[in-house]
């Protein structure tokens, strides 16, 4: 049986990289500067000359390597992934020149709209395939520079973590007593990202101006839409490998905020979940909750989806908790998409044979019974060693090497068609 109380991990907030706090300018306006503004130099120490690390041939190569393993469609270019190295062997020299030069600019993001699973569009923008280059070239420097300041809590698109960390340690909290949960949704959150507030956490822990302006550029690079090159001038386009890391770093605030208040929470990319043991903590939880993110972030929560409720009367990551056996938990998809799928089975008996069914497939494809994933079927480790990028976005994430691999912005869908329930040891 499972511990009364799980394990609080250590909440220690890194050094720089509290809250934000606000100062007055002579004229009466207000500006964001970090908390840590008055050890800059110690944040930003050896962030000079980040651009030379970014062009630098062993990164550029593992950078190109990533690019041509995740595919995806072409940008508004028309080039295709397959064209990327001859194209570069004509022209890496002048890219890399302007990079250095502070003059390299961005072409527009092209636009993609993919359903979500419970409904409404998801807005992609998928980068031309030398930018997307570049940006998993940024990706790589700054990664080691910003992960490491990140919150625990946090799951969503960072190396060794996935969905299903995140999932299991929400277990932990509600098997422990906190049983209420203030479940939060940000509305249309990278359609939304103040460009301003979003660089200056960013200058926190980067000095080289290059790259500041180049990640800047990106922001603004604007959306094609029926040939026309439409302004951006809010938001970080999903679609483009830098994109959940700018995500973290917009909302580590938040999580630093929940850290200084001893809150049990976890938070996978913009969606994010609060354990409480009452419903009057949930309420009061929610409501501080909501005065800093409109107030601080700017963003804005999507009241419809966001309460204050019993676990098993909520979702996340695509799937929802409930009681058996007193303190015994499982992750099942929604009952109405169990029925999908079943026709009236027992949830055993559709986990059952969706699994057969995946096992099967994984023979003779690498889709795992899902057209979403190409790579979620190496992730699942269910027989075949194929890996490819999503279908809709063009993205494949990284093997976090856990037993099921929930690491695919895409995964709950193949849970919904799948139809499996999951039991967690």
């Known amino acids: 049986m499972p511990d009364s109380q799980p394990k609080q991990r250590s909440q220690q907030t890194p050094q720089g990289a509290s809250d934000a706090k606000t100062m007055v300018k002579p004229d009466g306006r207000h500006r964001e500067q970090s908390a840590g503004a008055v050890n800059r130099n110690d944040n930003t120490s050896g962030t000079e000359s980040l651009m030379e690390q970014v062009v630098a041939r062993a ?11 995740n595919g995806g469609a072409p940008g508004t270019d028309g080039m295709t992934v397959d064209e990327l190295r001859a194209h570069l062997q004509s022209h890496w020299l002048r890219i890399k020149t302007e990079l250095l030069a502070d003059t390299y600019k961005p072409q527009a993001v092209r636009r993609v709209e993919i359903p979500k699973p419970d409904g409404g569009m998801r807005l992609l923008g998928i980068p031309s395939v030398t930018d997307r280059l570049i940006q998993q070239a940024l990706l790589q420097v700054l990664t080691p520079i910003f992960d490491p300041t990140f919150s625990e809590f946090s799951f969503g698109f960072r190396p060794g973590r996935s969905a299903h960390d995140a999932v299991k340690l929400a277990r932990e909290y509600i098997e422990a007593g906190y049983d209420w949960v203030v479940d939060f949704d940000l509305a249309k959150f990278f359609d939304r990202v103040n460009h301003d507030k979003l660089m200056v956490r960013i200058s926190r822990r980067v000095e080289d101006k290059r790259v500041l302006h180049l990640i800047r550029r990106y922001l603004q690079a604007g959306v094609m839409l029926n040939g026309v090159v439409v302004a951006t001038e809010e938001g970080t386009p999903q ?20 850290e200084e208040r001893g809150h049990r929470f976890c938070r996978y990319a913009d969606d994010c979940n609060i354990y409480v043991r009452s419903q009057r903590a949930g309420d009061r939880t929610m ?27 909520r979702k996340f990551l695509g799937f929802s908790f409930f009681r058996r056996k007193g303190t015994q938990f499982r992750l099942a998809p929604k009952r109405s998409s169990v029925s999908k799928t079943g026709s009236g089975r027992s949830p055993h008996a559709a986990m059952v044979g969706a699994w057969s069914a995946a096992f099967a497939r994984s023979r003779r494809t690498s889709a795992a019974g899902c057209s979403t994933s190409g790579s979620l079927a190496r992730r699942a480790s269910i027989g075949t060693s194929k890996a490819g990028p999503c279908a809709d976005c063009g993205f494949a994430s990284g093997n976090n090497g856990n037993a099921l691999g929930l690491d695919c912005v895409n995964f709950g869908r193949w849970a919904y068609r799948s139809g499996f329930v999951l039991s967690t040891p």
Do not use: C, H, T
């Open 59 to 69: 990164n550029m190569l593992a950078a190109l390597g990533r690019v041509q393993q």
């Open 239 to 258: 679609g483009g490998p830098l994109s959940p890391l700018l995500g973290n770093i917009m909302l580590d605030d938040l999580d630093k905020l929940l």
């Open 287 to 313: 409501s501080a909750v909501r005065r800093f993110i409109e107030g601080r972030l700017g963003l804005k929560l999507n009241e419809e989806k966001s309460k204050v409720d019993r676990p098993q009367n």
